[in-house]
């Protein structure tokens, strides 16, 4: 069974930060095909055909982007490059504390 973009968000927070819908309010829009995750309007995780991408503070993508298997975003083949975005590999995906630790960079960002 495919699994939506949205549930993919949705089971990722879940997995990794509980309580996150008791503390804010997260809504979810279409954009490009994908799924993007809001917290206060702002977008902070999104899910496609790419796989997962937060929106995190430079420093954080710089530290990322060193790592062999983590890309920027573009949400076509011929698309810009979303700046402030990155995809997060399976391995980061699957290491709760990781994860966990990138989303709150995540949702700390869009909040500012």
Partial sequence: MK???Q?????L???TIPK?????????KNI???TGGYISGKIFISSGKFGVALKLPKKVLDNLFEEKDVNPLKYFPK???KKDYAILPKR????KSKCRKLLK????FVKK
């Fill in 3 to 5: 699994i939506s973009y």
């Fill in 7 to 11: 549930n993919q968000i949705i089971e």
């Fill in 13 to 15: 927070l879940k997995r």
């Fill in 20 to 28: 996150l819908s008791t503390q804010h309010k997260v809504e979810f």
């Fill in 32 to 34: 490009f095909g994908a």
């Fill in 79 to 81: 698309g810009h490059i």
């Fill in 92 to 95: 980061i995906l699957n290491n």
């Fill in 105 to 108: 960079h995540s949702i700390q």
